[in-house]
């Protein structure tokens, strides 16, 4: 049963992939902004990140404001007021982004708001039917913030 369930993932996630090769909406600076913006975050040049996600000004997307929200979180010194306004605007647009229900899990860990982190871990698990790479590493933040406190 749980190998017929992972052929299902399987050719679902090509059926996804091929359909987004075949989709030509987005246009090449939408990928651009969100490659640059990644790359920027990854080296931790998070003042690069936010340059060039509000330069790409994509307001109405989901993965524009979570990526802005982490970027203000992480920039030193962080902006938390701002970064969680852009969760939360990611999950207005998206109630299911797994990255936004993570980074605002650990944002409100940062704020000492262990039920809010907890309310983020149980949408996330409601979102990742079997499990998955953000559920698992709020699972872990919060369980540090608990032997921490």
Known sequence: MFKIKQ???LAF????AV??????SPSESASSWLTQA???IKAKNYANAINTLVA???????DWNNLLGYAQRKKSPPDLALAERYYQSALKI???HKGALEYYGELLLMKNDLA???QMLA????VCVFSCEELRDLKDAIKKYKSKN
């Open 56 to 62: 790409a000004n994509q307001t109405n997307s989901a």
């Open 7 to 9: 052929l299902l993932i």
């Open 123 to 126: 949408r996330l698990d409601k």
């Open 38 to 40: 990644q790359t920027e």
């Open 94 to 96: 998206d109630p299911k």
């Open 116 to 118: 809010g982190a907890e």
């Open 19 to 24: 359909a987004n090769a075949a989709d030509s």
């Open 13 to 16: 996630a090509i059926c996804m």
